[in-house]
């Protein structure tokens, strides 16, 4: 295994083929340590560690020179209609540089209008307009981080009349065109396949999935709409759910074991807990890798 210099730094390359991770939360930190945590990575938000210093980088730090690290933005605003912010991508940019991970990933939505940030990761239609304007951005973000990034596909809650596009077309144009790779949230299909009537295996049969490079799994929240029907939520508040991990256990049988994620955002459990969910992963991982060579154009290596 070779290290990585960044300045004064040495950090480990760590592969993540085949491997299972989790969210890292600093409130887990010490039951890491000391436990001698059995997950094969962990992935932060960016907008997390923008700062310059402080503890939130001590930590991180601590995690980066044992396990691989997986950066995910989640503020980036790819689909939207502006430019993007070149104070925040300068910032990606440099955290990129400064932690060398694994996997770059950001979200196939947008989140600013003007002068206004919307806390939410929110739809676009799948029109020749938006394919230009995501493409020409993820373009420009893969020349700041000077590496391909990966695009995840979104949790949907309406749909738009001028779509042009499948999800999984549009997507696939995506990465055609910008040499992208994908990240696929399986959560999200099962949430909007539910919230929106259309079936989640017949959405993963035409996913491009030669060009998945990570796996997303979380949990989401049950509610009704105004007219008492089901609506889901991917509020990564919970385990992941059993049918969830059925279409899981599915796209690894099709893809070979892919560099998988458990994400958990709020009401965040004991590291214990955690650590089961990613564990049950790896457990589907390993019993599909006899037929996959890992290290193939499915896995993600550093």
């Given at each position: ?48 560690y ?27 605003s ?12 300068d ?25 206004v ?11 020749a307009?938006?394919l ?14 000077k ?43 099962f ?112």
């Amino acid at each position: 295994m070779n290290d990585i210099t960044i300045g004064s730094r040495r950090f480990p390359a760590f592969p993540v083929a085949g491997r299972a991770g989790a969210s890292f939360k600093p409130q887990h930190l010490e039951a890491i340590v000391s436990a001698g945590a059995r997950v094969g990575f962990f992935e932060v938000h960016a907008e997390n560690y923008m700062g310059a210093g402080g503890p939130p980088h001590a930590a991180l730090t601590r995690i980066r020179r044992d396990y691989p690290l997986l950066l995910h933005g989640v503020c980036m605003s790819i689909g939207g209609p502006q430019p993007l912010d070149k104070d925040h991508l300068d910032r990606f940019a440099a955290l990129v540089g400064r932690y060398v991970p694994a996997v770059v990933s950001e979200h196939l939505a947008w989140s600013t209008h003007d002068d206004v940030f919307y806390n939410d990761l929110l739809p676009l239609p799948f029109t020749a307009a938006t394919l230009r304007t995501v493409c020409d951005h993820i373009d420009e973000v893969q020349s700041a981080i000077k590496r391909p990034m990966l695009l995840e596909n979104p949790s949907t809650y309406v749909v738009f009349a001028e779509s042009e596009f499948s999800e999984t077309d549009f997507i696939a144009e995506i990465a055609r065109r910008t040499g992208c790779g994908l990240l696929l949230d399986v959560n999200n299909v099962f949430v909007s396949a539910t919230n929106h009537g259309f079936s989640a295996l017949d959405y993963l049969s035409e996913f491009p999935l030669q060009h998945v490079g990570e796996i997303h799994l979380a949990g989401h929240a049950e509610q009704t709409d105004d007219e008492g029907e089901l609506l889901l939520i991917d509020s990564h508040d919970g385990p992941v759910a059993d049918a969830v991990w059925k279409l899981y256990d599915i796209v690894i049988g099709r893809c070979g074991p892919v560099a998988t994620l458990v994400e958990w955002d709020s009401a965040i459990p004991d590291w214990t807990i955690l650590m089961a969910e990613a564990d049950a992963a790896q457990t589907i991982m390993d019993r599909h890798s006899a037929s996959f060579a890992i290290g193939g154009r499915h896995a993600v290596a550093s």
